[in-house]
């Protein structure tokens, strides 16, 4: 089985995040009843404090620490990403060709901290939901107890495929997001890449891998 990342790993398009981002603040601001740029201001505050506490800070985190539920958080970025994807992305010739080839000897699973429906939305969007009609995707309302970085949320797609973990493997973006908490959850292994430009070279490893 092979778990990819969605968001910086399927695509490359600073465009769609630069105006997705933005709605999220305006919308946190809203709710918190204060400006934009409080927001963050409060946020750049928590940035500061992680790193001295010696962690890599992530966004959700930065969001959480304002007084966002995680529960809370999820519902505001499924109404302010809603529909996105479709006007940003189009079909990755690329991509499906090579995904396409992976789909007949891997089970492929997406795996993002974005929600369950808008990973959805991107993948269909760069076309390989059709090519991979079975393939599940996994966000960060899928599991309650369980998100991107915690292993737990690993875990649970393995549960939830039912496959063995020495059999998995992650790829992503970002390694102590996408590869280093597989790996605490048992994968065997797996793959830290810049962009989709780099799939096609990871994607020929894995099917090599399998002869």
Not at 57 to 69: D, F, N, Y
Not at 129 to 141: C, H, S, W
Not at 155 to 176: F, K, S, T, W
Request: aromatic share 8%; net charge negative.
């Amino acid at each position: 089985m092979a778990v990819f990342d969605i968001d910086y790993t399927l695509y490359d398009n600073p465009d769609y995040n630069k105006v997705g981002d933005q709605r999220e603040i305006e919308a946190v601001a809203e709710i918190l009843g204060i400006s934009t740029a409080e927001v963050q201001a409060r946020q750049a505050i928590t940035r500061e404090e992680i790193v001295r506490a010696g962690r890599i800070p992530m966004k959700t985190e930065t969001i959480l620490a304002l007084g966002i539920t995680q529960g809370h958080f999820n519902e505001l970025r499924v109404k302010v990403w809603n529909g996105l994807p479709r006007r940003y992305f189009c079909k990755d010739s690329v991509l499906c060709d090579v995904f396409e080839k992976l789909g007949q000897r891997y089970t492929v699973v997406f795996g993002t901290n974005s929600p369950q429906v808008i990973g959805e939305q991107i993948v269909r969007a760069v076309g390989l939901k059709t090519l991979l009609p079975r393939a599940v995707v996994f966000g960060a309302d899928s599991f309650p107890d369980a998100v991107k970085p915690a292993p737990q949320f690993f875990r649970r797609i393995l549960d939830h495929v039912m496959v063995n973990a020495y059999q998995a493997v992650g790829i992503g973006d970002r390694a102590h997001v996408d590869v280093l908490p597989a790996i605490a959850a048992g994968f065997s292994g797996g793959f830290e890449v810049s962009g989709p430009s780099e799939l096609p070279e990871v994607i020929t490893q894995l099917l090599h891998a399998v002869r």
